[in-house]
């Protein structure tokens, strides 16, 4: 393994890092899991795992309160688990049967939760900004003080509709936060040659929006960040634009040779930057945790994770009677 950056001195304490480390961890089993029952034929379709990227939606979720909102793209798994849905109701999804979040209909990509306020869950690119800014309107029009995490990807910063709706949300002051979670690739192309500006929260200026760029691989500063974009928009100041830079391990979707990127690349990031292995040191070389308490949460982590496998695979398939049901028309 090549040398890890020197582990920083703790700004959290023992329990918020357990905390983090916790909910990193059931991210990460639960996406090699579901790559296992995809290679085994029990998942059909689309599936993009979201293996690198834990610190961004564990960081941010640390940021909200019970009622504020969140919708993303495809790659979803890890936000409906930061969010605390079941993790045998996201499984079962993934495998099409009754007990899973869309009871079977929806797959990978089309999960929602009204309890968790967890909006979707989306398969078009960049589709789901224009909806996170009509979710924060709407709690404008409450007059409550919710937010709402709007997340997507560098892929998606480049499509017409984010800009539009960057427009509407700083002209309605809108309790929105636009989250760019920029893994460097959108499916194999890399933001360098897709991309003029290297920085995308940048472009948020041009409608007046606030925003920075954040270590995405970093649980604490994601999670400073939130909390500052958190108390702007609850205060009334409009929306704000969080860049993380994070990076995916695996490829795009479980049909992705990644022939676009060296296994350097992606080995330099894993023993570099990886941000259960941050937390993990912190909570070691603080003295907080020993290897044996660790061990013990991933056993622990590792049996949860067994149980939705299990729950996947001995809920029935949806009955022929659900096609007539969850329809507009
Ligand atoms: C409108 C639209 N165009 C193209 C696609 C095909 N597509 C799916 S994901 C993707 C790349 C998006 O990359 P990014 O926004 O960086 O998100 P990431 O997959 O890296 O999380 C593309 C082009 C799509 N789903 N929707
Ligand atoms: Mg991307």
Redesign the pocket.
């Known amino acids: 393994m090549a040398a890890k950056k020197p582990a920083e001195r703790p700004n959290a304490s023992k329990e918020e890092l357990l905390k983090y480390y916790r909910e990193m961890l059931l991210i990460r089993r639960f996406e090699e899991k579901a790559g296992q029952l995809y290679g085994m034929g029990l998942i059909g379709g689309f599936c ?1 795992l979201y293996i690198g ?1 834990e610190a961004v939606v564990v960081g941010l979720e640390a940021a909200a309160k019970e009622g504020d909102k969140r919708v993303t ?3 979803d798994h890890g936000h409906m688990l930061a969010c605390g849905m079941d993790p045998k109701g996201v499984m079962a999804e993934l495998t099409g049967r009754i007990g899973g979040y869309s009871k079977g209909k929806g797959g990978s990509m089309h999960m929602f939760s009204k309890e968790k306020h967890f909006y979707g869950g989306h ?5 789901q900004v224009p909806l996170g800014a009509g979710l924060a309107f709407a709690d404008k029009y409450l007059g409550n003080d919710n937010v709402t995490f709007t997340y ?6 480049n ?1 017409g509709q984010v800009y539009e709706a960057y427009n509407m949300a700083e002209l309605w002051n809108l309790p929105v936060i636009f989250v760019i ?7 194999g ?1 890399s ?1 360098k040659r897709s991309t003029k500006s290297p920085s995308l929260w940048e472009r948020g200026a041009a409608y007046g929006i606030k925003g920075e760029a954040v270590d995405g691989m970093d649980v604490l500063a994601v999670k400073a960040a939130g909390e500052k974009a958190v108390a702007a928009c609850r205060a009334g100041q409009g929306p704000y634009i969080l860049e993380m830079m994070t990076y ?1 391990y695996r490829g ?2 479980m049909s992705d040779p990644a022939k676009y990127r060296t296994r350097e690349e992606v080995e330099k990031m894993r023993s570099e930057k990886d941000a259960i292995e941050h937390v993990r040191d912190l909570l070691l070389q603080g003295g907080l945790a020993s290897d044996d308490d660790l061990k013990a949460i991933d056993k622990e982590i590792k049996a949860q994770v067994n149980e939705s496998a299990e729950f996947s695979k001995e809920s029935p398939e949806p009955p022929v009677e659900e096609l007539w049901t969850d329809i507009y028309a």
């Open positions: 993009h990227q793209s495809y790659r398969g078009i690119v960049g589709a997507f990807g560098d892929g998606a910063a499509q979670e920029n893994n460097g690739y959108a499916m192309t933001v995916r795009h979707s």
